[in-house]
């Protein structure tokens, strides 16, 4: 109990929130840096996804060679692109890093997503003279749209819990008030950085769930 009041003050403390160092400051990094791997990571798995997934071929092997990487600690992916010359770009590696470990749930449910289509329907768009790219975009693309968008929650959640080793490379984000207190040895300032991105996490499941409740109707409505 001590721990958590300690903990509380520490939050609540108007010192902690102001300047570079402050939680403000720390958590706006942390949400850009999850954004822009975000992004990053549907740039590069989406539209694989759905191209193997309308071709139905190749889509099997390259989920699950995605999920093969899921198996290396991302910690492990940051250690060995700081010892590259890729270590020089600032925070080059950590997004790598990051990016790596986004793209196995975007690529994996999209994929699946598309392969779930209702066969008879996409074969409906086609006798109606739908090329394949009007199949994709008029068709698969909006049955495959809930799906998609849970292997994006997925990604994203944990691309927050993640993003704490930011400051293991000299980034920033909410990792760094935890690298600090085991620096200074705050048990307080540790658990209340923890519990800082715990919350975050929390936060951007619940706004996916929110959007998740509405694709199926978007969805619907577009077949």
């Known amino acids: 109990m001590r721990t958590l009041r300690e903990t509380w003050h520490w939050l609540i403390d108007p010192v902690h929130w102001a300047g570079d160092d402050g939680i403000g400051h720390r958590l706006a990094q942390h949400v850009l840096l999850t954004l822009g791997c ?8 989406l539209p694989v996804a759905l191209v193997l997934g309308h071709l139905g071929s190749g889509g099997a ?4 060679l995605s999920n093969a990487g899921r198996a290396v600690p991302t910690f492990a992916v940051l250690v060995l ?18 990016v790596l470990f986004a793209v196995p749930p975007l690529l994996t449910n999209a994929y699946v997503g ?21 199949t994709l975009l008029r068709v698969e693309l909006p049955l495959s749209l809930p799906m998609m968008v849970n292997g994006v929650r997925i990604a994203a959640v944990q691309l927050v819990a993640t993003a704490t080793i930011a400051a293991l490379a000299g980034g920033g984000g909410l990792g ?44 619907g409505g577009s077949r």
């Open 81 to 98: 692109l700081l010892l590259t010359p890729m270590g020089r770009w600032g925070q080059g590696p950590t997004v790598a890093a990051l």
């Open 176 to 219: 760094r008030i935890i690298t600090a207190g085991f620096n200074l040895a705050s048990t307080p300032q540790v658990v209340a950085g923890a519990l800082l991105v715990a919350v975050l996490a929390l936060i951007v499941e619940g706004v996916f769930e929110s959007v998740e409740r509405l694709v199926p109707l978007r969805a």
């Open 38 to 45: 975000l992004i990053i990571s549907c740039v590069i798995a």
């Open 61 to 64: 092997l390259a989920v699950n």
């Open 114 to 134: 598309m392969r779930q289509v209702d066969r008879s329907v996409v074969r409906a768009a086609r006798g109606m003279g739908m090329t394949g790219r009007q």
